[in-house]
Protein backbone atom coordinates (compact mmCIF):
# COMPACT_ATOMS: atom_id res chain seq x y z
CA UNK A 1 0.00 0.00 0.00
CA UNK A 2 2.65 2.39 0.54
CA UNK A 3 4.74 1.49 -2.46
CA UNK A 4 1.23 2.83 -4.44
CA UNK A 5 1.27 5.68 -2.34
CA UNK A 6 4.24 6.45 -2.74
CA UNK A 7 3.70 5.98 -7.06
CA UNK A 8 1.19 7.87 -7.08
CA UNK A 9 2.73 11.09 -5.21
CA UNK A 10 5.87 10.78 -8.55
CA UNK A 11 3.02 10.90 -10.75
CA UNK A 12 1.42 13.60 -9.25
CA UNK A 13 4.10 15.60 -9.79
CA UNK A 14 4.45 14.86 -13.35
CA UNK A 15 3.07 17.75 -14.51
CA UNK A 16 5.99 19.71 -13.55
CA UNK A 17 8.43 17.30 -15.09
CA UNK A 18 7.38 18.83 -18.59
CA UNK A 19 8.23 22.32 -17.20
CA UNK A 20 11.87 20.97 -16.20
CA UNK A 21 12.81 18.70 -19.25
CA UNK A 22 11.42 22.41 -21.04
CA UNK A 23 13.88 24.63 -19.43
CA UNK A 24 16.96 25.08 -21.45
CA UNK A 25 18.91 24.53 -18.27
CA UNK A 26 19.59 21.00 -17.27
CA UNK A 27 18.98 19.86 -13.50
CA UNK A 28 22.62 18.60 -13.52
CA UNK A 29 23.95 21.68 -14.32
CA UNK A 30 22.06 23.15 -11.79
CA UNK A 31 22.38 20.88 -8.77
CA UNK A 32 26.40 21.15 -10.08
CA UNK A 33 26.14 24.70 -9.64
CA UNK A 34 24.92 24.89 -6.24
CA UNK A 35 27.87 22.91 -4.98
CA UNK A 36 30.73 24.91 -6.94
CA UNK A 37 28.96 28.19 -7.02
CA UNK A 38 29.93 28.93 -10.85
CA UNK A 39 27.13 28.43 -13.31
CA UNK A 40 28.34 28.32 -17.09
CA UNK A 41 26.00 28.85 -19.90
CA UNK A 42 27.56 30.15 -22.25
CA UNK A 43 26.53 29.19 -26.02
CA UNK A 44 22.82 27.76 -25.31
CA UNK A 45 20.89 30.21 -27.30
CA UNK A 46 19.19 31.77 -24.45
CA UNK A 47 16.87 34.48 -25.18
CA UNK A 48 16.33 35.05 -21.31
CA UNK A 49 18.07 33.73 -18.21
CA UNK A 50 15.57 31.03 -16.77
CA UNK A 51 13.59 31.51 -13.37
CA UNK A 52 15.58 28.52 -12.35
CA UNK A 53 18.63 30.49 -12.72
CA UNK A 54 18.09 33.40 -10.57
CA UNK A 55 16.10 31.49 -8.03
CA UNK A 56 18.77 28.86 -7.66
CA UNK A 57 19.89 29.39 -3.79
CA UNK A 58 16.24 30.62 -3.23
CA UNK A 59 13.96 27.23 -4.14
CA UNK A 60 14.38 24.11 -2.47
CA UNK A 61 15.73 21.94 -5.09
CA UNK A 62 14.09 18.87 -6.27
CA UNK A 63 16.10 16.19 -4.48
CA UNK A 64 14.63 17.54 -1.15
CA UNK A 65 12.10 15.45 -1.91
CA UNK A 66 14.46 12.74 -1.98
CA UNK A 67 16.40 12.82 0.17
CA UNK A 68 16.09 14.44 4.03
CA UNK A 69 19.13 11.66 5.34
CA UNK A 70 21.96 13.79 7.38
CA UNK A 71 23.84 10.69 7.08
CA UNK A 72 23.77 11.19 3.16
CA UNK A 73 26.48 11.90 1.38
CA UNK A 74 25.15 13.96 -0.96
CA UNK A 75 23.69 17.04 1.35
CA UNK A 76 21.46 19.31 -0.40
CA UNK A 77 21.08 21.82 2.43
CA UNK A 78 24.63 22.21 2.27
CA UNK A 79 24.79 24.73 -0.52
CA UNK A 80 27.42 27.53 -2.37
CA UNK A 81 25.82 31.11 -3.11
CA UNK A 82 26.30 31.52 -7.09
CA UNK A 83 29.41 33.58 -7.20
CA UNK A 84 30.14 32.80 -11.28
CA UNK A 85 27.72 33.43 -13.27
CA UNK A 86 28.83 33.08 -17.35
CA UNK A 87 26.33 34.29 -19.73
CA UNK A 88 28.43 34.93 -22.97
CA UNK A 89 27.68 34.22 -26.21
CA UNK A 90 23.79 33.97 -26.19
CA UNK A 91 20.77 36.33 -27.52
CA UNK A 92 20.56 37.94 -24.53
CA UNK A 93 18.62 41.38 -24.96
CA UNK A 94 18.03 42.38 -21.34
CA UNK A 95 19.40 41.69 -18.23
CA UNK A 96 16.68 40.54 -15.89
CA UNK A 97 16.34 42.89 -12.30
CA UNK A 98 16.38 39.21 -10.73
CA UNK A 99 19.98 39.56 -10.97
CA UNK A 100 19.20 40.74 -7.05
CA UNK A 101 18.08 37.18 -5.89
CA UNK A 102 22.09 36.40 -6.59
CA UNK A 103 23.58 38.79 -3.94
CA UNK A 104 26.74 36.80 -3.62
CA UNK A 105 27.81 37.26 -7.26
CA UNK A 106 31.15 39.12 -8.14
CA UNK A 107 31.61 37.89 -11.60
CA UNK A 108 28.41 38.18 -14.35
CA UNK A 109 30.02 37.25 -17.60
CA UNK A 110 27.07 38.68 -20.20
CA UNK A 111 29.59 39.28 -23.85
CA UNK A 112 28.83 38.62 -27.06
CA UNK A 113 25.35 39.65 -26.83
CA UNK A 114 23.00 42.15 -26.79
CA UNK A 115 22.91 43.19 -23.43
CA UNK A 116 21.44 46.75 -22.76
CA UNK A 117 23.04 47.68 -19.33
CA UNK A 118 21.03 47.82 -15.93
CA UNK A 119 21.63 47.66 -12.60
CA UNK A 120 24.17 44.98 -11.26
CA UNK A 121 25.65 47.04 -8.60
CA UNK A 122 27.42 44.37 -6.88
CA UNK A 123 29.52 42.68 -9.67
CA UNK A 124 32.42 42.45 -12.27
CA UNK A 125 30.88 43.30 -15.41
CA UNK A 126 32.30 42.22 -19.02
CA UNK A 127 30.32 43.62 -21.70
CA UNK A 128 32.37 43.24 -24.74
CA UNK A 129 31.56 42.52 -28.07
CA UNK A 130 28.09 43.82 -27.67
CA UNK A 131 28.20 46.47 -30.68
CA UNK A 132 27.34 49.48 -27.14
CA UNK A 133 27.55 52.98 -28.97
CA UNK A 134 27.09 54.66 -25.77
CA UNK A 135 27.12 53.92 -22.11
CA UNK A 136 23.95 55.46 -19.67
CA UNK A 137 24.93 58.15 -16.97
CA UNK A 138 23.20 55.39 -14.35
CA UNK A 139 26.57 53.10 -15.05
CA UNK A 140 27.91 55.60 -12.40
CA UNK A 141 25.24 53.56 -9.81
CA UNK A 142 27.17 50.39 -10.50
CA UNK A 143 29.64 51.81 -7.64
CA UNK A 144 30.72 48.28 -6.03
CA UNK A 145 32.13 47.16 -9.58
CA UNK A 146 35.52 45.80 -9.14
CA UNK A 147 35.93 44.81 -12.98
CA UNK A 148 33.93 46.59 -15.86
CA UNK A 149 35.31 44.95 -19.27
CA UNK A 150 33.48 47.02 -22.48
CA UNK A 151 35.78 45.73 -25.16
CA UNK A 152 35.21 45.23 -28.33
CA UNK A 153 32.27 47.84 -28.68
CA UNK A 154 31.53 51.21 -30.57
CA UNK A 155 32.10 53.63 -28.05
CA UNK A 156 32.82 56.81 -28.59
CA UNK A 157 33.01 58.52 -25.26
CA UNK A 158 32.59 57.29 -21.87
CA UNK A 159 29.62 59.25 -19.54
CA UNK A 160 30.90 61.65 -16.91
CA UNK A 161 29.47 59.77 -14.27
CA UNK A 162 32.24 56.95 -14.56
CA UNK A 163 34.09 58.25 -12.04
CA UNK A 164 31.73 57.38 -9.27
CA UNK A 165 33.18 53.46 -9.93
CA UNK A 166 35.37 52.32 -7.35
CA UNK A 167 37.39 49.98 -10.17
CA UNK A 168 40.18 48.52 -9.62
CA UNK A 169 40.36 47.41 -13.15
CA UNK A 170 38.48 49.13 -16.71
CA UNK A 171 38.97 47.99 -20.03
CA UNK A 172 37.85 50.01 -23.00
CA UNK A 173 40.48 48.37 -25.56
CA UNK A 174 38.94 48.07 -28.99
CA UNK A 175 36.05 51.23 -29.36
CA UNK A 176 36.12 54.38 -31.29
CA UNK A 177 37.50 56.42 -28.32
CA UNK A 178 39.53 59.81 -29.32
CA UNK A 179 39.46 61.18 -25.74
CA UNK A 180 38.60 59.90 -22.09
CA UNK A 181 36.82 62.76 -20.05
CA UNK A 182 39.15 64.18 -17.24
CA UNK A 183 36.86 62.65 -14.25
CA UNK A 184 38.73 59.71 -14.78
CA UNK A 185 41.76 61.25 -13.29
CA UNK A 186 39.66 60.83 -10.06
CA UNK A 187 39.23 56.67 -9.92
CA UNK A 188 41.45 57.07 -6.89
CA UNK A 189 41.30 53.19 -6.90
CA UNK A 190 42.13 52.70 -10.45
CA UNK A 191 45.11 49.57 -10.58
CA UNK A 192 44.71 48.14 -14.58
CA UNK A 193 43.56 50.65 -17.63
CA UNK A 194 43.07 49.54 -20.72
CA UNK A 195 42.74 51.63 -23.58
CA UNK A 196 44.12 49.41 -26.72
CA UNK A 197 42.70 49.67 -30.39
CA UNK A 198 41.36 53.54 -29.98
CA UNK A 199 41.61 56.38 -31.19
CA UNK A 200 43.65 58.84 -28.43
CA UNK A 201 46.14 60.97 -29.86
CA UNK A 202 47.46 62.17 -25.83
CA UNK A 203 47.84 59.99 -23.15
CA UNK A 204 45.33 60.58 -20.29
CA UNK A 205 46.47 62.56 -17.34
CA UNK A 206 45.60 60.63 -14.59
CA UNK A 207 47.11 62.60 -11.04
CA UNK A 208 45.01 60.87 -8.42
CA UNK A 209 45.16 57.77 -9.59
CA UNK A 210 48.52 57.09 -7.93
CA UNK A 211 47.61 53.09 -7.57
CA UNK A 212 47.70 52.66 -10.80
CA UNK A 213 49.91 49.78 -11.96
CA UNK A 214 49.04 48.74 -15.05
CA UNK A 215 47.93 51.36 -18.22
CA UNK A 216 48.02 50.18 -21.89
CA UNK A 217 47.42 52.34 -24.44
CA UNK A 218 49.41 50.15 -27.47
CA UNK A 219 47.70 50.65 -30.90
CA UNK A 220 46.77 54.75 -31.32
CA UNK A 221 47.80 58.00 -32.23
CA UNK A 222 49.64 58.88 -29.44
CA UNK A 223 52.22 61.24 -30.66
CA UNK A 224 53.19 63.25 -27.44
CA UNK A 225 54.12 61.56 -23.88
CA UNK A 226 54.93 64.83 -21.31
CA UNK A 227 55.75 64.59 -17.90
CA UNK A 228 52.58 65.93 -17.13
CA UNK A 229 51.50 62.20 -18.27
CA UNK A 230 53.98 60.57 -16.14
CA UNK A 231 54.75 62.29 -12.85
CA UNK A 232 51.72 60.81 -10.69
CA UNK A 233 51.85 57.27 -11.71
CA UNK A 234 54.48 56.46 -9.04
CA UNK A 235 52.74 52.69 -8.69
CA UNK A 236 52.66 52.49 -12.62
CA UNK A 237 54.49 48.43 -13.19
CA UNK A 238 53.44 48.10 -16.58
CA UNK A 239 54.00 50.66 -19.30
CA UNK A 240 52.39 49.91 -22.99
CA UNK A 241 52.25 52.05 -25.74
CA UNK A 242 53.23 50.43 -28.81
CA UNK A 243 51.90 51.13 -32.31
CA UNK A 244 51.72 55.01 -31.46
CA UNK A 245 53.71 58.08 -32.98
CA UNK A 246 55.02 58.88 -29.82
CA UNK A 247 58.31 60.88 -30.98
CA UNK A 248 60.46 61.77 -27.82
CA UNK A 249 60.09 59.88 -24.34
CA UNK A 250 61.06 62.42 -21.16
CA UNK A 251 63.57 62.48 -19.02
CA UNK A 252 60.34 62.17 -16.23
CA UNK A 253 60.35 58.42 -17.64
CA UNK A 254 63.13 57.83 -15.25
CA UNK A 255 60.91 58.72 -11.87
CA UNK A 256 58.85 55.44 -12.91
CA UNK A 257 61.18 53.58 -10.02
CA UNK A 258 58.44 50.46 -10.17
CA UNK A 259 58.58 49.98 -13.74
CA UNK A 260 58.69 46.56 -14.98
CA UNK A 261 57.64 46.23 -18.29
CA UNK A 262 57.93 49.05 -21.02
CA UNK A 263 56.89 48.81 -24.22
CA UNK A 264 57.63 51.44 -27.19
CA UNK A 265 57.41 49.12 -30.44
CA UNK A 266 56.40 51.09 -33.48
CA UNK A 267 56.90 54.39 -32.96
CA UNK A 268 58.67 57.24 -33.90
CA UNK A 269 61.59 57.73 -31.85
CA UNK A 270 64.65 58.62 -32.76
CA UNK A 271 66.44 58.76 -28.78
CA UNK A 272 65.63 57.16 -25.38
CA UNK A 273 67.05 58.67 -22.55
CA UNK A 274 70.11 56.78 -21.13
CA UNK A 275 68.62 57.20 -17.34
CA UNK A 276 66.42 53.87 -18.44
CA UNK A 277 69.25 52.28 -18.01
CA UNK A 278 69.07 52.91 -14.07
CA UNK A 279 65.61 51.59 -13.79
CA UNK A 280 65.89 49.27 -10.73
CA UNK A 281 62.85 46.79 -11.57
CA UNK A 282 62.79 47.24 -14.96
CA UNK A 283 62.83 43.72 -16.85
CA UNK A 284 61.12 44.16 -20.39
CA UNK A 285 62.13 47.38 -22.45
CA UNK A 286 60.86 46.91 -26.11
CA UNK A 287 62.16 49.42 -28.75
CA UNK A 288 61.62 47.61 -31.96
CA UNK A 289 60.67 49.24 -34.98
CA UNK A 290 61.65 52.62 -33.88
CA UNK A 291 64.31 54.96 -36.04
CA UNK A 292 66.84 55.19 -33.51
CA UNK A 293 69.80 57.03 -34.15
CA UNK A 294 72.31 55.75 -30.94
CA UNK A 295 70.96 52.37 -30.40
CA UNK A 296 72.27 49.93 -33.26
CA UNK A 297 69.74 47.25 -34.56
CA UNK A 298 71.52 43.88 -33.34
CA UNK A 299 71.52 45.37 -29.56
CA UNK A 300 67.71 45.14 -30.10
CA UNK A 301 67.63 41.49 -30.55
CA UNK A 302 70.11 40.43 -27.71
CA UNK A 303 67.48 41.52 -24.74
CA UNK A 304 66.64 43.50 -22.42
CA UNK A 305 69.81 42.86 -20.16
CA UNK A 306 72.25 43.74 -22.73
CA UNK A 307 70.29 47.00 -23.94
CA UNK A 308 69.81 48.28 -20.30
CA UNK A 309 73.76 47.74 -19.84
CA UNK A 310 74.33 49.99 -22.78
CA UNK A 311 72.09 53.03 -21.69
CA UNK A 312 73.83 52.89 -18.41
CA UNK A 313 77.15 52.73 -19.81
CA UNK A 314 75.92 56.24 -21.36
CA UNK A 315 76.13 58.84 -18.89
CA UNK A 316 79.91 57.58 -18.51
CA UNK A 317 80.56 60.28 -21.62
CA UNK A 318 78.97 62.66 -20.23
CA UNK A 319 79.53 62.66 -16.05
CA UNK A 320 78.06 66.32 -15.47
CA UNK A 321 74.95 64.99 -16.96
CA UNK A 322 74.25 62.65 -13.53
CA UNK A 323 73.71 65.11 -10.84
CA UNK A 324 70.32 66.22 -12.64
CA UNK A 325 68.58 63.10 -11.85
CA UNK A 326 70.05 61.06 -8.40
CA UNK A 327 72.48 62.65 -5.49
CA UNK A 328 73.88 60.28 -3.70
CA UNK A 329 74.13 61.00 0.05
CA UNK A 330 76.73 60.10 2.50
CA UNK A 331 74.60 56.79 3.96
CA UNK A 332 75.05 55.57 -0.19
CA UNK A 333 71.06 56.29 -0.58
CA UNK A 334 69.89 58.00 -3.79
CA UNK A 335 67.15 60.87 -4.32
CA UNK A 336 65.92 61.74 -7.55
CA UNK A 337 67.21 65.64 -7.65
CA UNK A 338 65.34 65.99 -10.75
CA UNK A 339 62.04 64.99 -9.38
CA UNK A 340 62.91 67.67 -6.57
CA UNK A 341 62.89 70.65 -9.02
CA UNK A 342 60.84 69.85 -11.44
CA UNK A 343 58.12 68.11 -9.88
CA UNK A 344 58.59 69.14 -6.40
CA UNK A 345 58.83 65.60 -5.26
CA UNK A 346 61.00 64.21 -2.29
CA UNK A 347 60.73 59.91 -2.88
CA UNK A 348 61.95 57.76 0.09
CA UNK A 349 60.39 55.29 0.02
CA UNK A 350 60.82 51.42 -0.24
CA UNK A 351 64.15 52.23 1.83
CA UNK A 352 63.20 49.76 4.58
CA UNK A 353 65.07 52.51 6.67
CA UNK A 354 63.72 52.62 10.79
CA UNK A 355 64.31 56.81 10.66
CA UNK A 356 64.94 58.93 7.60
CA UNK A 357 68.69 60.19 7.91
CA UNK A 358 69.47 63.81 7.87
CA UNK A 359 70.96 64.15 4.51
CA UNK A 360 67.64 63.78 3.14
CA UNK A 361 66.48 66.59 4.52
CA UNK A 362 69.45 68.44 4.16
CA UNK A 363 69.96 68.47 0.57
CA UNK A 364 66.10 69.13 -0.46
CA UNK A 365 66.74 72.43 2.23
CA UNK A 366 66.93 75.35 -0.43
CA UNK A 367 63.99 73.17 -2.56
CA UNK A 368 60.41 73.76 -2.47
CA UNK A 369 58.69 70.14 -1.74
CA UNK A 370 55.21 69.69 -2.26
CA UNK A 371 55.02 65.54 -1.88
CA UNK A 372 56.65 63.44 0.25
CA UNK A 373 56.96 59.74 -0.24
CA UNK A 374 58.38 57.91 3.10
CA UNK A 375 55.99 54.81 2.49
CA UNK A 376 57.13 50.99 2.92
CA UNK A 377 59.76 52.02 5.20
CA UNK A 378 60.18 50.69 8.83
CA UNK A 379 59.16 54.26 10.70
CA UNK A 380 58.20 54.21 13.79
CA UNK A 381 57.13 57.85 14.48
CA UNK A 382 56.57 60.63 11.82
CA UNK A 383 60.14 62.33 11.18
CA UNK A 384 60.13 65.66 13.26
CA UNK A 385 62.55 67.34 10.21
CA UNK A 386 58.70 66.82 8.03
CA UNK A 387 58.30 70.43 9.67
CA UNK A 388 60.37 71.94 7.91
CA UNK A 389 58.45 71.60 4.65
CA UNK A 390 55.15 72.93 6.34
CA UNK A 391 55.24 75.95 4.06
CA UNK A 392 54.46 74.11 0.84
CA UNK A 393 53.95 70.26 2.03
CA UNK A 394 50.59 69.03 0.56
CA UNK A 395 50.76 65.65 -0.04
CA UNK A 396 52.19 62.94 2.05
CA UNK A 397 52.45 59.44 2.22
CA UNK A 398 53.77 57.66 5.05
CA UNK A 399 51.78 54.37 4.39
CA UNK A 400 53.20 50.58 5.33
CA UNK A 401 55.18 51.86 8.24
CA UNK A 402 55.60 50.68 11.61
CA UNK A 403 53.73 53.86 13.32
CA UNK A 404 51.65 53.83 16.47
CA UNK A 405 50.92 56.88 17.41
CA UNK A 406 51.23 60.68 15.57
CA UNK A 407 53.21 63.37 16.75
CA UNK A 408 52.20 66.60 17.50
CA UNK A 409 53.87 68.40 15.22
CA UNK A 410 52.26 66.93 12.28
CA UNK A 411 49.06 69.49 12.95
CA UNK A 412 52.17 72.31 11.75
CA UNK A 413 51.79 70.92 8.51
CA UNK A 414 48.90 73.08 7.75
CA UNK A 415 48.96 72.99 4.28
CA UNK A 416 48.31 69.21 3.88
CA UNK A 417 46.00 68.49 1.16
CA UNK A 418 46.44 64.60 0.85
CA UNK A 419 47.49 62.22 3.90
CA UNK A 420 48.28 58.70 3.40
CA UNK A 421 48.55 56.51 6.57
CA UNK A 422 47.17 53.07 5.76
CA UNK A 423 48.89 49.93 6.68
CA UNK A 424 50.62 51.08 10.40
CA UNK A 425 49.71 50.01 13.84
CA UNK A 426 47.49 53.30 14.49
CA UNK A 427 44.51 53.35 17.14
CA UNK A 428 43.74 57.34 17.57
CA UNK A 429 45.03 60.09 15.63
CA UNK A 430 45.55 63.57 17.64
CA UNK A 431 42.76 66.00 18.21
CA UNK A 432 45.06 68.76 17.36
CA UNK A 433 45.41 67.92 13.96
CA UNK A 434 41.53 69.53 13.48
CA UNK A 435 43.66 72.87 12.73
CA UNK A 436 44.05 71.27 9.21
CA UNK A 437 41.57 72.69 7.46
CA UNK A 438 43.13 72.08 3.53
CA UNK A 439 42.39 68.33 4.52
CA UNK A 440 40.13 66.88 1.59
CA UNK A 441 41.66 62.84 1.70
CA UNK A 442 43.05 60.61 4.39
CA UNK A 443 43.73 56.74 4.13
CA UNK A 444 43.77 55.12 7.30
CA UNK A 445 42.93 51.33 5.91
CA UNK A 446 44.47 48.40 7.21
CA UNK A 447 45.47 49.85 10.98
CA UNK A 448 43.89 49.07 14.59
CA UNK A 449 41.32 51.95 15.01
CA UNK A 450 38.55 50.19 17.61
CA UNK A 451 36.66 54.04 17.27
CA UNK A 452 36.11 56.47 14.37
CA UNK A 453 38.75 58.55 14.71
CA UNK A 454 36.86 61.89 16.87
CA UNK A 455 38.92 64.76 15.12
CA UNK A 456 37.92 63.64 11.73
CA UNK A 457 34.56 64.66 12.76
CA UNK A 458 35.59 68.37 13.25
CA UNK A 459 38.04 68.28 9.79
CA UNK A 460 34.74 69.75 8.03
CA UNK A 461 37.33 70.14 4.35
CA UNK A 462 37.19 66.34 4.05
CA UNK A 463 36.30 64.92 0.83
CA UNK A 464 37.38 61.19 1.40
CA UNK A 465 38.26 59.01 4.37
CA UNK A 466 39.13 55.64 3.95
CA UNK A 467 39.51 53.87 7.39
CA UNK A 468 38.19 49.88 6.05
CA UNK A 469 40.26 46.66 7.78
CA UNK A 470 40.06 48.50 11.43
CA UNK A 471 37.96 47.13 14.36
CA UNK A 472 35.84 50.02 14.26
CA UNK A 473 32.54 49.52 16.24
CA UNK A 474 30.49 52.56 15.25
CA UNK A 475 29.96 56.35 13.95
CA UNK A 476 28.36 58.75 14.87
CA UNK A 477 25.71 60.07 11.34
CA UNK A 478 24.63 63.08 13.10
CA UNK A 479 28.27 64.68 13.22
CA UNK A 480 29.10 62.71 10.18
CA UNK A 481 26.49 64.67 8.72
CA UNK A 482 28.54 67.89 9.48
CA UNK A 483 31.01 67.08 6.85
CA UNK A 484 28.92 68.18 3.93
CA UNK A 485 31.54 67.45 1.44
CA UNK A 486 32.27 64.26 2.10
CA UNK A 487 31.64 61.86 -0.67
CA UNK A 488 33.51 58.72 -0.12
CA UNK A 489 33.71 56.88 3.11
CA UNK A 490 34.93 53.15 3.05
CA UNK A 491 34.17 51.45 6.24
CA UNK A 492 34.83 47.69 4.58
CA UNK A 493 35.99 45.03 6.88
CA UNK A 494 35.32 46.68 10.44
CA UNK A 495 33.15 45.59 13.13
CA UNK A 496 30.41 47.35 12.68
CA UNK A 497 27.01 45.76 14.30
CA UNK A 498 24.38 48.04 13.73
CA UNK A 499 24.10 50.54 10.47
CA UNK A 500 22.27 53.92 12.22
CA UNK A 501 19.83 54.76 9.46
CA UNK A 502 20.60 58.33 10.23
CA UNK A 503 23.41 57.82 8.00
CA UNK A 504 20.87 58.24 5.55
CA UNK A 505 21.04 61.90 6.08
CA UNK A 506 24.14 62.06 5.24
CA UNK A 507 23.61 62.91 1.10
CA UNK A 508 26.63 64.04 0.01
CA UNK A 509 27.65 60.89 0.10
CA UNK A 510 28.10 58.92 -3.54
CA UNK A 511 30.72 56.23 -2.28
CA UNK A 512 29.90 54.20 0.89
CA UNK A 513 31.31 51.14 1.36
CA UNK A 514 30.02 48.75 4.60
CA UNK A 515 30.74 45.11 2.74
CA UNK A 516 32.78 43.17 5.35
CA UNK A 517 30.85 44.06 8.52
CA UNK A 518 28.85 41.61 11.07
CA UNK A 519 25.73 44.11 10.55
CA UNK A 520 22.67 41.99 9.88
CA UNK A 521 19.88 45.07 8.85
CA UNK A 522 20.68 46.04 5.81
CA UNK A 523 20.86 43.28 4.14
CA UNK A 524 23.70 42.48 1.72
CA UNK A 525 21.58 42.87 -1.08
CA UNK A 526 20.49 46.25 -0.21
CA UNK A 527 24.20 47.22 0.19
CA UNK A 528 24.66 45.42 -3.55
CA UNK A 529 22.13 48.38 -5.18
CA UNK A 530 24.90 50.89 -4.50
CA UNK A 531 24.99 53.99 -2.19
CA UNK A 532 21.91 55.57 -3.43
CA UNK A 533 19.73 52.91 -3.11
CA UNK A 534 21.08 52.36 0.47
CA UNK A 535 21.12 55.74 2.01
CA UNK A 536 17.33 55.98 0.67
CA UNK A 537 16.59 52.23 2.58
CA UNK A 538 18.42 54.16 5.57
CA UNK A 539 16.21 57.12 5.73
CA UNK A 540 13.02 54.81 5.43
CA UNK A 541 14.27 53.38 8.62
CA UNK A 542 14.38 56.32 10.64
CA UNK A 543 11.63 56.77 13.09
CA UNK A 544 8.89 58.95 12.56
Keep these: MSRFKRGVKVDSRSGFKQEIEKCPVPYGLLKSARKSGQLNL ?48 NKLETLSQDVKLLPALVVLDVSCSRICLQRTSSLDCIIHDN ?53 LAQMAFLEQLYLRH ?25 EVLEAEHLKHLSSLSVLELRDNKVKSLPEEITLLQGLERLDLTNND ?9 TLPKLKSLALEGNP ?20 RKQPDDNPKEEPKTAMTLPSQAKINMHAIKTLKTLDYSEKQEACIPDEVFDAVSDSVVVNVNFSKNQLTAVPLRIVELKNTLSDINLGFNKMSMISLEFSKLQQLIHVDLRNNLLTSLPMEIEVLSKLRSIILSFNRFKSFPEVLYSIFSLETILISNNQIGGINPVRLKMLDKLSTLDLQNNDIMQVPPEL ?8 LMLDGNPFRNPRAAVVAKGTDALLEYLRSRIPT
Design 292 to 311: LRTIRRELLTKGTSELLKFL
Design 42 to 89: SGRGLTEVPQSVWRLNIDTPEEAQQNVSFAATDRWWEQTDLTKLLLSS
Design 269 to 277: ITSVPCGLG
Design 131 to 183: QLRTLPASIGELEQLQKLILSHNKLTELPLEIWKLINLMLDCSCNHLESVPPV
Design 198 to 222: NKLRFLPELPSCKTLKELHCGNNQI
Design 504 to 511: GNCTSLRA
